[in-house]
């Protein structure tokens, strides 16, 4: 509820230095970019801070772009593009170099899109929404592959690619998990 990222010592199971501080609402979500060097808050405030993890500072100001909360943010494997989805039905794709939007915002769920996960590859992008849909998107011409995915009775709260990047997990708030 403060607004506050964390980062934790797991070998010591303590708090590293004190919280990082700029979200005016809850953060919903955390990534790491996969060199480890920079996290990635997304906001019920609408907004995504880039922290650096050494300096402990945040980089730049934050990421405007969204018109409701930010449910999730995740990097895409090769570290050069953040995706971050919301509340707003919308997934917004960034670039890191200029941490700035990269085309329009990607729009095909009827609800809050919830969940989103990069394919090992990063070729692809899934995204999980209230609406019980999975939609698959090619991250380079921000087009959807095929027809989304339905199987779920309920919202659709989570998604994720197997390491091979040949199964999709879902999970829903109907209680039921789907591997497609």
Not at 11 to 26: A, F, R
Not at 47 to 55: N, Q, Y
Not at 67 to 87: I, N, Q, Y
Request: proline residues 6%; charged residues 20%.
């Amino acid at each position: 509820v403060d607004g506050n990222v964390i980062l934790w010592d797991i070998e010591t199971m303590k708090q590293i230095g004190e919280p990082l501080t700029g979200h005016k609402m809850w953060v919903e979500s955390v990534a790491f970019s996969p060199d480890g060097k920079v996290v990635a808050s997304g906001s019920d405030d609408g907004t995504i801070i880039l922290w650096d993890t050494a300096g402990r500072k945040s980089i730049g100001k934050p990421l405007a772009g969204h018109k409701g909360a930010v449910e999730s943010v995740v990097f895409c494997p090769d570290g050069k593009t953040l995706a971050s989805c919301s509340m707003d039905k919308t997934v917004i794709l960034w670039n890191m170099r200029d941490r700035k939007p990269i085309g329009e915002p990607l729009r095909g769920h009827s609800e809050s899109v919830e969940g989103i996960a990069f394919s090992p590859d990063g070729r692809l992008l899934a995204s999980g929404s209230e609406d019980g849909s999975i939609i698959l998107w090619d991250v380079e011409t921000h087009k959807p592959v095929g027809q989304p995915l339905s199987g779920h009775a309920g919202a659709v709260s989570s998604v994720a690619f197997s390491p091979d990047g040949q199964t999709l997990a879902s999970s829903s708030y109907d209680s039921t998990i789907i591997l497609w």
